[in-house]
Nanobody
Framework: QVQLVESGGGLVQAGGSLRLSCAAS????????MGWFRQAPGKEREFVAT????????YYTDSVKGRFTISRDNTKNTVFLQMNSLNPEDTAVYLC????????????????????WGQGTQVTVSS
């Protein structure tokens, strides 16, 4: 069982930055592929970014490429999402997700691929 706790959300003006963290408890963190998703009011949960267990492979949804960076520190069981150049369309609850990966280079973009979810952290971007 893996427990995930997100932090770092808040209110920021358009053009600003936030850094989200997701702390994981449980077994060997490097065995897990990690993902960030977001859900805005009235919308479905959507994929934002994913990172392989080794941290070498990453993938982003098109709308955040060049603005967001996903990273991880396996010594601290933590995954990060650095968000720059935020705009109001980024407003959502951001959730991290984890799943056991068959290889250190595996990563996943779909909700159904993930077994464990955090409660989320609110990000609000004002115009």
């Amino acid at each position: 069982q893996v427990q995930l706790v997100e932090s770092g959300g808040g209110l920021v003006q358009a053009g600003g930055s936030l850094r989200l963290s997701c702390a994981a408890s449980g077994r060997t963190f490097s065995n897990y592929a990690m993902g960030w998703f977001r859900q805005a009011p009235g919308k479905e949960r959507e994929f934002v970014a994913t990172i392989s267990g080794s941290g070498v492979k990453v993938y982003y949804t098109d709308s955040v490429k060049g603005r967001f960076t996903i990273s991880r520190d396996n010594t601290k069981n933590t995954v990060f999402l650095q968000m720059n150049s935020l705009n109001p369309e980024d407003t959502a609850v951001y959730l991290c997700a984890a799943r056991v990966a068959p290889t250190s280079g595996s990563y996943y973009q779909t909700r159904s691929a993930y077994s464990y979810w955090g409660q989320g952290t609110q990000v609000t971007v004002s115009s």
